[in-house]
C-alpha cells in the first residue's frame, strides 16, 4: 500500500523548511549587534508567517548558535519592556535591513503584518513593530 502526503500538507511543509532555512541564513549574513540578535529571536519565536510553525527557543538558539539561556534571555527581556513601556526599545534599534529581510521572507512563504511577539505559552505579548532606527553596527 502506497501511502501520499495531501498537497496541502506538502506545502506546509514546504513553507516551514524554507521559513527556517532563510532564518538560518539571516542570522549568518544579517545579524551584527546585540539589537539584531534580540530583534531576530523576538520575531523568529513569533507566531508567524501563517502555516509556518512557531520556533522553540531551542531552536531559535541553536540557528544564532547561542546558549539556551541567551535565547531566553532575549525573549524575556522583550516581554518586559512592553509589559513595562508598551514598546520594545531593543527592537527599534535592531538593523533596518534585518527587518526589511524578515519582512520579505515572511510575506514570500504567505505572513502576514510585521508583529514582535515575546513569550511563551503561558503568556504571549504582542506590539506593532515600530521602525528600527540603529545608529551604529557595532556591539555597544
Not at 62 to 80: F, N, T, V
Amino acid at each position: 500500500m502506497k501511502f501520499m502526503i495531501p498537497p496541502q500538507v506538502m506545502a506546509k511543509i514546504v513553507k516551514r523548511f524554507h521559513w527556517r532555512l532563510a532564518l538560518a541564513d539571516m542570522s549568518r549574513n544579517l545579524i551584527e549587534t546585540e539589537y539584531d540578535e534580540h530583534f531576530f529571536a523576538v520575531s523568529a519565536h513569533g507566531p508567524y508567517p501563517r502555516d509556518t510553525q512557531i520556533l522553540s527557543i531551542r531552536s531559535i538558539a541553536k540557528i544564532l548558535g547561542r546558549s539556551l539561556p541567551a535565547a531566553q534571555y532575549h525573549l524575556e527581556e522583550h516581554k518586559e519592556l512592553v509589559l513595562l513601556d508598551g514598546v520594545c526599545s531593543v527592537c527599534q534599534q535592531a538593523s533596518s535591513e534585518l527587518e526589511r529581510e524578515l519582512k520579505r521572507q515572511r510575506d514570500e512563504v504567505g505572513g502576514g503584518d510585521l508583529l514582535v511577539v515575546a513569550g511563551n505559552t503561558s503568556l504571549m505579548v504582542a506590539t506593532p513593530c515600530p521602525s528600527s532606527n540603529l545608529v551604529s553596527n557595532s556591539f555597544p
